[in-house]
């Protein structure tokens, strides 16, 4: 049962590389389906490390801290699949469509990204062909296979000084046009203990509700967006804490837009 | 389907901290189960850090470095339920079996470990009650779930110097009194371009194949234990690496034990 993807001889994975994007857990029984689309901070060896020096590479511009194993540990405890980039989102940001500049960004935050510079649209459409299609193809087949219509829940970290400016919000609950699950989990996050705030640190006004919108909204399927402050997760009892503070929290969000949940 | 583990007041986890191990793609076809014993380096808030300083509670000694990671990658590649602890191996190692001392151990390699001195018997027995017996029963019902019999793949790391010495041999292929995976398994790596060893670093007269033999020989499972030189697997470049090479080979391993495998 081995999935892999096909290869063209110019792809900017090699094989060994492949594939752009991973689902875990695929016949997980929740009424959900977990993405992370800044899982990693992987840069194919094709683009040699798009120019950035080590502390670029490492830091939040290049991946979203500690939202994979938040997302992982989600997936085993609410038993719900999760659809994951395997790439860095300066390769190409997975929650941005392709027609956007910041889908392959010259520049983030403090970070100058070297390897973006004046791409050509050869260029741009390789990205896309090989880590963003196959991202969404796999996102999509797995929403398409779900049984019942999940809920959509993307998983995210977001730096607490950003531009120089302190971020006091330790939670972000986002959403687009459809905030019926935003709302069900704002309302199950009421007592958590955590600062928790809707649509911050970022708004659909900042563009980063793409997949909300191409997956989530198209489909009529409710849906939201998670930000978690990631100096909260970057150490395994941030991460646990974590876990055990959202997992109650997403449960019930998730029981409330079940058949069970709806007829009571 | 939320799973939580029952608590009594007395627990070393708190309920946020709980459960003590996780299993991911519980409903995974493949006729394998996966297994990482020192998946993480937690230690609960109870146990104060066990003593150990930043470099220690960081260190090798803690967890299997980058093993967690390529052992969740592989999950999904296979399609293979993972079993996994959630807790530092310097708490409770659960590949260890409750009677020897280094189940709990007082020094790690050059780290002593202050908060495993003079343990008491009933301090030993929580141990053993909240991090092993949770690992084990959920490893047995995983195990016992399956609808065919699978190959028990355990996934770990190793330091690349132990003590002072240097250790060449990148990938280790391990096996106790049931050697059949492991000779397949090493058939097939033949040709991966790492420098393979059976029953290396470690072999059986360490007493690291408790888990193959608890869960494995007594069932009559085919069984392996990898161990992978942890510089090769801790940046996302060389996890990505080592997965896609590990992946075919575990595949075709697992393969040959199948019913298909065997009647051909």
Known sequence: MLRMQSK???????????????????????????????????IPAA??????????ARSHAAWDIGALEVAVELAGALDAPLVHSRVSRLVYDCNRPPE?????????????????????????????????????????????????????ITIHSFTPIYNGKTRAVELGILHDSDDRAAQVMLNHAAHCGLRVALNEPYSPEDGVTHTLREHGIARGLPNVMIEIRNDLIDTPTGVNRIVGLLTPILAATVETFSDAGQNT
């Open 100 to 152: 956007r500049e910041d889908s392959m960004p010259p520049r983030s935050e403090v970070f100058a990204v070297p390897g973006n510079q004046g791409l050509t649209m050869d260029q741009r459409a390789q990205r896309v062909r090989d880590i963003y299609e196959p991202f969404r193809g796999l996102l999509s087949q797995t929403l398409d296979r779900r049984p019942e219509p999940p809920v959509l």
């Open 8 to 42: 063209t001889e110019s792809s900017l994975l090699s094989p060994l590389e492949a594939p752009a994007a991973r689902v875990l857990n695929a016949r997980g029984v929740a009424r959900a389906v977990l993405v992370c689309e800044h899982a990693s901070r992987f």
């Open 47 to 56: 683009l040699d490390g798009l120019g950035l020096d080590d502390v670029a």
